[in-house]
């Protein structure tokens, strides 16, 4: 049992058994996914966006400048989870491999919640 209870970003839906439910999920870079939900890690203790709670979710490549507003960029994924209808978290990917292996769960949980991959290069 963890330390520190496993929390739900949404104040709609939670899982019933939230510590086994992440002793399920498999590792995407440095968050966990399972068969029903995104896990974040945090202090105290882990939190995790439930795919029940899913309206919308879509990807983008993206860049963080290292250097400040000019200069040289690392190329970076971001996955958008927008839940419980008005809600947004924007998830840091280095890899479009990690957001696929997200996005398979989610399609595989919900397959009604819109997913759009805007994959494009950045202009």
Do not use: H
Not at 16 to 43: H, M, P, W
Not at 59 to 87: A, H
């Amino acid at each position: 049992m963890p330390l520190f209870p496993i929390k739900s970003m949404s104040q709609q839906c939670e899982l019933e058994n939230a510590a086994e439910d992440y002793r399920t999920a498999v590792r995407a870079e440095q968050y966990r996914v399972s068969g029903k939900a995104l896990y974040i890690a945090a202090f105290p203790g882990s939190k995790y966006i439930p795919f029940a709670a899913l309206n919308q979710v879509w990807s983008k490549n993206t860049g963080i400048s290292v250097t400040g507003t000019c200069g040289k960029q690392i190329p970076m994924v971001c996955l958008r989870l927008r839940y419980d209808g008005e809600f947004y978290q924007n998830i840091l990917f280095e890899k479009q491999a990690g957001v696929d292996k997200v996005l398979e769960r989610i399609r595989a949980c919900r397959p009604d919640v819109p997913v759009d991959r805007n994959t494009a290069p950045r202009a």
